[in-house]
């Protein structure tokens, strides 16, 4: 006699496999991060540090900064890892066990935060 629900872990296992995003749409993702990203760096950029000496301006003064730190600081985390998400199929296949994949992909994630802050401060300095 047939069961009503053939092979059910099958067919859930077919339906909750990871799916890649397109392309483009890393891409958009990615030129959308590292837009906010400078125009938190201008924002920070432009925070006038006379505007502190009045003690009525501090309220309205650090607003700016402070949200420009949040949402860029928020923004570059994001970037980082969309970028060491994308070398993950390599580094799966490179590596020697569970604790060899989380020091590469540890790895991989410092050299795409140093490419960030690289990509800000040659414009900064």
């Known amino acids: ?5 053939p092979d059910i872990e099958a067919r859930l ?5 990871p799916v890649d ?15 906010i990203v400078e125009l938190a760096a ?17 309220p309205r003064a650090a607003v700016g900064p402070a949200a420009a ?12 890892l969309l970028r060491t998400q ?6 799966r296949a490179a590596a020697r066990g569970a604790r060899d994949l989380v020091a590469r992909t540890l790895r991989d994630a ?6 960030v802050f690289d990509e800000l401060t040659p414009d900064r300095r």
Do not use: C, Y
């Open 1 to 5: 006699m047939s069961t009503p629900f």
């Open 13 to 17: 296992r077919d339906a909750l496999a």
């Open 21 to 35: 995003p397109p392309i483009h749409l890393q891409a958009r993702l990615e030129t959308t991060l590292d837009s």
């Open 42 to 58: 201008d924002e920070l950029d432009a925070w006038e540090l006379e505007a502190i000496k009045d003690p009525r301006n501090w």
């Open 69 to 80: 730190v949040v949402v860029g600081g928020g923004a570059a985390v994001g970037l980082v």
């Open 86 to 91: 994308r070398k993950r199929h390599k580094r």
């Open 110 to 115: 410092g050299r795409e935060a140093l490419k």
